[in-house]
């Protein structure tokens, strides 16, 4: 069956009825903040207010289990990458070495290696909720409206949202389209030698490409025909007036993300150090 | 009489890819609050004459006019295609395509949004504008949970929601089953009652637009205008047959039984023709024809035997206890609404899905283990769209790229190639780009591209759809010559002609189980079935109501059956 991907569900949550404007800017705070900070007192509170939120929204594992493990599977492979190109770099940032085990050469397991990875770690499973609930809480057609409201063009902002609108098709496109190739012997299954699956992928996706431009020209020609790109300005059907609750979480976020930077900063560096 | 709204003197267009003009001295005043059909068969330049009325042509798809171009008596060329929308809202052919919202209010709202209509005042228009559709109870329905039929109301309704003087319906019912294209028909003429709109309907289909009054019919041939005439004076002519448009079949049926038909007797309206004129010769017509024997049972080549399927264990059933037998050499038809298990059904047969229970037989063999490349040297499927199937340049390398991933030898490849390419009449253009083919010349090359491996059964997805009636013609003498040599053909289908002209049977999904299996006139006269089947009655039925036939249901057996015979089916 279908897979379940970031798509919006319908519940009710004080998250849900929050404006899409309002979740947007403080996404893009939170992120910010956590991507400034190394202090791990800071983080692990933010950690903590953001499950406390995923809790609130209601929303459940299934609707984003899939992306969630996507996720930490780049995850686990850029952790290796920490590791393998600079299995130093903790001791270089904390100025001590507290040396725990040898592997093999030069990569040698050190406190504040592991400490700095579990920073770095901490980092990503602060953001990740955030993005989630942004994700699963706001209308599709609300995420346009957000955009714009949050100053970006608003054709800018319908061209996302015409192009979540239009996912489906594609992918039913693709289905046929990969179905009636198979059956003419065109594998990209595992099968098949490499250079050859590639060059069938190519016939496959060809006949995609054709047809989405094809789409693209209908919708076009519909878009124009019903006045867009016409003013300056558009309104939203769907867009959400700012509510004292909207006010109240970007209050919030500036807070947060002030508090944040001072406790990160007041020693005179972005990295709490536990080792001195 | 009432103001010009459009008006065309001496109208001549001509795109900038083209080497003459699509449009010639177009010659057209349309009054407000008319009600006319734009008639006329593929690149009769109809499209192109709705295009220079709503603006795209030039503003979309850039051209040069000579000539006089009026909207309620403004020089076209001085508007906008902004300002002209404002006059004229356009429903364009492809209902799903144009659905640019992410639920039916947001779609409903669009033109009001890029007008800066606020939102307080947008909700409530919103609302009005759905109801005037029956759209109102799913409002935050998203469009890939609508039906063709309900997209194309929602696209309406964004267009009523506004104040657009002209509504252009621009082949209205090319993407919908019978059913749904009846009710898009009533639809638009009870639009025109209540708010007087001017209304123009482009479209090659005049029976099914005609189970509402229009006022008027211009027919267009060859970028002219070569008729403009009140639909009862255009039936009694002989311009449909010029120009290649099929006209209604209780015609055809009064035709053949030697009816003079006269405008007197109100032919463009079945519920009201004047048949006491033609009744005796009716009647001697129906008494001296016959149904067609039931035909042998011919060995079957495909038989499906209580076949289950479920995406899941435990999950919802998708098809239950099919079971079905395709002979040699058979022409038969799948009917059934969106989501009857179809489609489902079609990749079951191919392979792409595997059947939770039920046996699946090619000429008596097991297929349980043959993977889908194996089955497509037996079993063939062409999808709708060419452009779906189409991944090469060249025609020949097309047809024979099945083969080459097969591995066979280039000198058996070019032999095979070039008769498969004779049978489907394409062997001329063999070293042609398939860019410069005409889509009915795609479409063969599709199922030319099938044919190479000669497969025995052949199963199309809507072979037919969105084409003109010589198209349609042409495909179907096509397809019928390819049963004559004995493959057996499988056409999922909602094209009622295409039932009644050529198929032996006609089975009728509902729901994921096989509701009947019976040939085409029975299905057609059951009113059941053809609920189930999204369909709608046929008129050679209504006209043997009319005539007073005691068995209505014959009637159509015996019209049929006749029908064959004049056209050596």
């Known amino acids: 069956m279908k897979m379940r991907m970031l798509t919006y569900s319908p519940l009710d949550s004080p998250l849900h009825r929050l404006s899409g404007a309002a979740k947007l800017i403080f996404f893009i705070l939170w992120a910010v903040t956590v991507m400034v900070t190394f202090d791990t007192r800071s983080l692990l509170v933010m950690l903590l207010f953001a499950l406390i939120l995923l809790r609130v929204s209601r929303i459940k594992l299934r609707d984003y289990a899939f992306v969630l493990y996507l996720i930490l599977i780049f995850f686990a492979l850029n952790h290796l990458a920490i590791f393998l190109f600079s299995p130093l770099e903790g001791v270089s940032l904390y100025g001590t070495r507290h040396d725990l085990f040898p592997i093999a050469g030069r990569y040698i397991v050190t406190e504040e290696q592991l400490f700095y990875q579990f920073n770095v770690a901490l980092k990503y499973v602060t953001v990740i909720p955030m993005a989630l609930l942004f994700m699963l809480t706001t209308e599709p057609g609300e995420f346009a409206a957000s955009l714009h409201r949050v100053g970006i063009s608003y054709r800018i902002a319908y061209a996302v949202s015409i192009a979540l609108r239009y996912i489906p098709d594609v992918q039913r496109d693709y289905e046929n389209i990969a179905c009636a190739a198979q059956a003419r012997g065109i594998d990209i299954s595992r099968k098949e030698k490499l250079t050859r699956r590639v060059r069938n992928m190519i016939g496959i996706l060809l006949p995609l490409i054709l047809t989405s431009v094809q789409r693209i020209e209908t919708i076009s020609a519909a878009m124009e025909l019903r006045s867009f790109g016409q003013h300056r300005k558009r309104t939203w059907y769907n867009g959400r007036p700012f509510t004292w609750m909207d006010y109240f979480v970007i209050i919030l976020i500036i807070l947060i993300a002030a508090v944040s930077t001072y406790v990160t900063f007041q020693d005179g560096s972005r990295f709490y150090n536990p080792f001195q | ?569």
């Open chain 2, 1 to 569: 009489m009432r103001e010009p709204m459009i008006e065309f003197i001496d109208f001549t267009f001509q795109y900038r890819a083209q080497a003459e003009p699509t449009l010639r001295n177009i010659t057209l005043t349309i009054r407000e609050g008319e009600k006319v059909l734009i008639l006329g068969p593929s690149g009769s330049g109809k499209s192109t004459l709705a295009h220079c009325i709503n603006g795209l042509a030039p503003h979309f798809y850039p051209g040069t006019m000579q000539g006089t171009a009026k909207l309620k008596g403004r020089d076209m060329s001085s508007l906008s295609l902004y300002e002209r929308s404002t006059y004229i809202g356009t429903v364009l052919q492809d209902p799903d395509g144009q659905f640019v919202g992410m639920t039916v209010a947001e779609d409903i709202a669009f033109k009001l949004e890029n007008e800066n209509v606020p939102q307080h005042e947008m909700v409530p228009r919103v609302a009005e504008a759905a109801r005037g559709v029956g759209m109102e109870h799913l409002l935050s329905a998203s469009p890939h949970a609508l039906s063709g039929g309900q997209k194309q109301r929602t696209t309406l309704a964004g267009i009523l929601v506004s104040e657009a003087d002209v509504l252009l319906f621009d082949e209205p019912l090319a993407n919908l089953d019978p059913q749904a294209g009846k009710q898009a028909i009533e639809l638009i003429d009870r639009i025109h009652r209540e708010t007087g709109r001017t209304i123009l309907i482009v479209e090659h289909r005049l029976e099914d637009v005609l189970h509402r009054h229009v006022d008027r019919i211009v027919v267009m041939a060859e970028g002219r205008i070569i008729a403009d005439t009140t639909p009862d004076d255009l039936l009694c002519s002989n311009i449909l047959r010029e120009t290649g448009i099929r006209e209604p079949l209780y015609l055809t049926a009064l035709r053949y039984a030697g009816c003079a038909i006269t405008p007197a007797m109100k032919p463009s309206d079945l519920p009201n023709l004047e048949l006491s004129t033609c009744l005796p010769s009716l009647r001697a017509w129906y008494d001296v024809s016959s149904a067609a024997a039931a035909a042998a049972e011919r060995p079957a080549v495909l038989e499906l035997q209580n076949i289950d399927f479920r995406y899941e264990p435990g999950g919802p059933s998708i098809l239950n206890q099919v079971s079905l037998r395709v002979g040699q050499g058979e022409l038969v038809s799948v009917v059934g609404h969106n989501g009857a298990g179809k489609s489902t059904l079609s990749k079951l047969i191919c392979g792409f899905l595997k059947p939770s229970a039920g046996r699946m037989l090619y000429k008596g063999e097991d297929l349980a283990n043959a993977t889908i490349k194996e089955r497509a040297g037996r079993i063939g499927f062409v999808l709708q769209s060419p452009n779906h199937m189409i991944s090469k340049t060249l025609l020949y390398e097309e047809v024979a790229l099945g083969l080459n991933l097969r591995g066979m030898p280039d000198t058996e490849i070019k032999e095979r190639v070039h008769e498969t390419l004779r049978i489907c009449g394409l062997y001329p253009f063999r070293s042609w780009p398939i860019s410069a083919l005409s889509y009915g010349q795609k479409k063969r090359v599709t199922i030319a591209s099938i044919l190479v491996l000669q497969p025995e059964v052949i199963i199309l997805d809507e072979p037919t759809a969105g084409q003109d009636y010589r198209h349609y013609n042409e495909m179907m003498e096509f397809l019928l010559s390819l049963t004559v040599n004995g493959v057996s053909i499988i056409v999922i289908t909602h094209d009622m002609h295409l039932m009644m002209e050529y198929a032996q049977r006609t089975i009728v999904l509902s729901e994921g189980e096989v509701l009947a299996d019976r040939a085409p006139a029975d299905v057609l006269t059951d009113i059941r079935l053809i609920e189930a089947a999204s369909l709608k009655e046929t008129s050679i039925y209504t006209l043997a109501q009319r005539a007073g036939i005691e068995q209505p249901e014959e009637f159509v057996r015996r019209f049929i059956a006749y029908d064959r015979r004049e056209r050596n089916v």
